[in-house]
């Protein structure tokens, strides 16, 4: 387990069905982030993303959808050539979840994986599970600042049950 796969470690996950993450997206006005809490961000353009990110006034839940957003437009540069008036740039996006908060379930790396999935559908892109699994460590260490390895990630964008060795350059094994 953890901190295996930080290490070089071999892991076996289990990918729980009783607990889960998704997210929702469909078409809005404007470009708007929401998790559930009283308080919405709303932005009327994607590239507010990174400032929007680092606001005191941005919930745990949102600045996970934009490290996801984040990294998601990092994977798909071709997305950023959009014109402004694109109607899949206006989505809003919101997630749920019954994951319990801060107890080692990785719930926040479910919230990111479930926000990249929605993206893809969105966007009409595909990612491969070790493509989403990448994106989603990278949303949490790169953007979020997040110590994390990558076995959460993993069983959460394959699913099932995974036998991971990281000491190995190309990743899990079931």
Not at 11 to 34: D, R, Y
Not at 58 to 76: D, K, Y
Not at 101 to 129: D, K, T, Y
Request: with cysteine.
């Amino acid at each position: 387990g953890n901190p295996s796969d930080v290490y070089g470690g071999k892991t076996l996950a289990i990918a729980f069905q009783n607990q889960f993450a998704s997210a929702h997206i469909e078409a809005a006005e404007q470009f708007t982030l929401a998790d559930g809490a009283p308080g919405r961000l709303d932005f009327a353009r994607p590239d507010t993303l990174t400032r929007a990110l680092h606001s005191p006034k941005a919930s745990t839940g949102e600045r996970l959808l934009l490290a996801a957003l984040i990294r998601f437009g990092a994977r798909f540069p071709q997305l950023g050539q959009l014109p402004s008036g694109d109607p899949r740039l206006q989505f809003s996006l919101q997630f749920q979840t019954t994951i319990p908060v801060q107890v080692g379930l990785a719930g926040s790396s479910a919230i990111i994986v479930a926000a990249l999935r929605a993206l893809c559908h969105w966007f009409s892109v595909e990612l491969a599970p070790h493509a989403i699994a990448e994106t989603a460590l990278a949303a949490e260490t790169e953007e979020l600042h997040i110590t994390a390895g990558p076995m959460d990630r993993v069983i959460q964008a394959f699913g099932g049950v995974l036998l991971m060795d990281f000491a190995q350059p190309h990743g899990p094994h079931s």
